[in-house]
């Protein structure tokens, strides 16, 4: 064989690899882009489909993904079943009453309030206390949160009635006046002198506990 025909023989074999590398590599930008010609379009292509809003707060452990919804009021936290509720269903619930009076920046106020015990409304959440501790539910702690992200704390203690006396109420009317089903009901602590807890335009209660808080802190 001479010199040249090996040069040729070298030649052909080279070009038939690039051809081969080249056909790889456009099978895989195809692959890879699809049919888009928008750089936009390559992207919805390629990103998966949003999930519907119900579908978030299912697969959410707290059930607090979705939006609320003005009116609701929605109870998670470490709770086992987390859901939402509204005055229409507290106005189906058994009714407890409470007449108080207490301070506020618009001076002394005296009202009747009826409503649901909010211990009933948080115990069908089943809150997740520790029953391998002593009295457990006694680290538990309740958030209460209200139009424009007002919020109080309560302890559990404070609202169970095997501990305390007091009627803690989600409050469905005010002196026999029903409240507007968008504002949500309002929570009545009546053993308060000030009205700082009486959380107006109720939409969140989270409950939880203190100890990992307490066992966190250094």
Known sequence: MT?????????????????????????????????????????????PAPASASASASASPNGSSAPIKPGEVRIAGEVDKPYTVTLADLRKLPRAEASVEFISAKGDQKHTYQGVLLHEVLKAAQPRFDQTKKNGQLRGVVAATGGGDYRAVFAWAELDPGFAKSQIL?????????????????????????????????????????????????
């Open 3 to 47: 010199q040249d025909e090996d040069r040729r023989r070298c030649a052909g074999r080279a070009s038939r690899r690039v051809a081969r590398v080249c056909a790889a590599a456009t099978a895989l930008l195809i692959t890879s882009c699809g049919t888009a010609d928008d750089p936009k379009d390559a992207a919805a292509s390629s990103a």
């Open 170 to 218: 989600l409050a469905v009317s005010e002196d026999g006046t029903a409240f507007e089903d968008s504002a949500g009901p309002r929570l009545v602590v009546p053993q308060d002198t000030r009205g700082g807890r009486y959380v107006s335009e109720l939409n969140q209660l989270w409950v939880g506990t203190v100890d990992p808080v307490v066992d966190g802190a250094h």
